[in-house]
């Protein structure tokens, strides 16, 4: 089974930096595709970054240049470090792995509970 414990989240201004963490269950790395996605209120979830099994990564254009993904295996731990945010950054962000090579949502067969992050201007 897997299972994804987001943590990290909280407020930070304009400007500022966070350090997202999913603890994840073991082989959970080498075995799917793993990613970074968000919701705001009132907006659909959306992904923001994504790494393979191979340590491919990919990134919505919207954080690209500022949001980097990364993990390190021996401890089951995904990491999204978001620099320079922005208000339009503030959502509940969320953990997943899946076996498609996507940014989108749907194709993710697994989540965590979220973690909030907040950007005050």
């Known amino acids: 089974q897997v299972q994804l414990v987001e943590s990290g989240g909280g407020s930070v201004q304009a400007g500022g930096s966070l350090r997202l963490s999913c603890l994840v269950s073991?082989?959970?790395?080498?075995?799917?595709?793993m990613g970074w996605f968000r919701q705001a209120p009132g907006k659909e979830r959306e992904g923001v970054a994504v790494?393979?099994?191979?340590?491919?990564?990919m990134s919505a254009n919207s954080v690209n240049g500022r949001f980097t993904i990364s993990r390190d295996k021996a401890k089951n731990t995904l990491y999204l470090q978001m620099n320079s945010l922005k208000p339009e950054d503030a959502a509940m962000y969320y953990c997943?792995?899946?076996?498609?090579?996507?940014?989108?949502?749907?194709?993710?067969?697994?989540w965590g509970q979220g973690t909030q992050v907040t950007v005050s201007s």
């Open positions: 997943a792995a899946g076996g498609r090579w996507s940014l989108v949502p749907s194709q993710y067969d697994y």
């Open positions: 790494i393979s099994p191979y340590g491919n990564t």
């Open positions: 073991s082989y959970t790395h080498s075995t799917y595709h």
